[in-house]
């Protein structure tokens, strides 16, 4: 008998060895870059980066020239430049009283926005400088980030401070394996994700190579987030999905150049391993010429508030305001994006 399993376990080791270098073999296929010849047509507004890339933007409120408050906004995962709550949910009237002008744009990968093969947790925030120079916003403005692009905006907090004249953080994406959360902390809240999310992070984080595979096969379910499962939604974040029907004009367009460079490209430098921990940033308004605010709704399914919480108390210099009963998608409820406007510019 010992004999018959060492032979069955010699033939599975070799079968799961040959399955796993032809999963090696496999690559994503290359992007259908906007404006190529078998690319989707460019119909957005874009900037030339220094390193030739394009950034695709969109503006909104008051005109440039006449606005008191410049705001950079930073979609989240499996969005882009039209997805900006901060002026979507935000009343007219309180854009024009204030004089707020916005700046959203396409993150690299997505909508128009050529993808970034080379892309890191720095690149993003550069990209951000670039466009805020390129534009004429001035030395300094405000950045506000959503989701996994709050999770972008420690990044600003990091590279670009001086550039900064505010900034805030909603619901941002956490990084389980984050050096300064406690492993026991940090392990209780990621396994309150479901299953195939679990799996789906820790391709992202220990073997990224294989996050494209992971992500297309058909074999076990893969992140639920990316299939758009409303599964993971809160009991309020469901009554607020009819305010996000006009996604469905531009769904199409988000994904358009691939998902590997978008939302693959996400998972991967969103759940690796950093550059730098959040937890060790200083604050970057010592004289209080700024501030930073963190958002997070205390039943929010995607990212937990518990380590929104030790966030909060790493980084007492951190404005953190916790929503009771609100899930991940609270910035679209009635009054909360005015509320969250007012904290950081008044």
């Not at 999310?197 to 992202?204: E, N």
């Not at 469901?238 to 531009?250: A, G, N």
Request: with cysteine; hydrophobic share 40%; aromatic share 12%.
């Amino acid at each position: 008998m010992p004999r018959m399993f060492k032979k069955i376990l010699v033939i599975f080791l070799t079968e799961f060895l040959a399955f796993a270098y032809h999963l090696t073999l496999i690559q994503p296929p290359p992007p259908k870059i906007c404006g190529s010849p078998c690319g989707p047509p460019v119909t957005a507004s874009r900037i030339k980066l220094n390193d030739g890339r394009h950034l695709a933007y969109k503006e909104h409120g008051v005109p440039k020239d006449r606005a008191k408050y410049k705001i950079v906004f930073v979609h989240g995962f499996d969005s882009c430049r039209h997805d900006a709550v901060v002026a979507t949910a935000l009343p007219p009237e309180i854009i024009e009283d204030l004089g707020i002008y916005i700046i959203s744009f396409d993150r690299p990968g997505y909508g128009e926005s050529d993808p970034n093969p080379n892309r890191t947790v720095k690149s993003i925030p550069m990209d951000i400088e670039e466009l805020a120079g390129q534009l004429g916003l001035g030395s300094k403005f405000y950045v506000i980030g959503f989701s996994m692009g709050g999770q972008i905006i420690w990044g600003c907090l990091k590279y670009i401070p001086h550039r900064l004249a505010g900034a805030t953080l909603i619901a941002p994406v956490i990084n389980y394996w984050w050096p300064s959360f406690p492993a026991k902390l940090s392990k209780e809240a990621y396994y309150q994700q479901f299953r195939q999310d679990q799996w789906t992070l820790r391709v992202a984080h220990y073997t990224p190579w294989l996050t494209y595979l992971w992500n297309t096969q058909k074999w076990f379910p893969a992140s639920s987030v990316a299939e758009r499962s409303i599964d993971v939604l809160s009991l309020q974040d469901r009554e607020l999905i009819p305010k996000l029907s006009k996604r469905t004009e531009y769904m199409a367009q988000i994904r358009q150049q691939g998902e590997f460079e978008s939302i693959h490209r996400d998972m991967m430098i969103g759940f690796g391993s950093w550059e730098f921990d959040p937890m060790d940033l200083k604050n970057p308004f010592p004289n209080k010429e700024g501030s930073v605010h963190l958002w997070q709704g205390d039943e929010d399914g995607l990212v937990p508030v518990s380590l929104q919480r030790y966030i909060a108390q790493r980084l007492p210099w951190i404005q953190y305001h916790e929503v009771p009963g609100a899930g991940h998608l609270f910035p679209h409820a009635e009054g909360m994006m005015e509320a969250i406007i007012k904290a950081i510019i008044l």
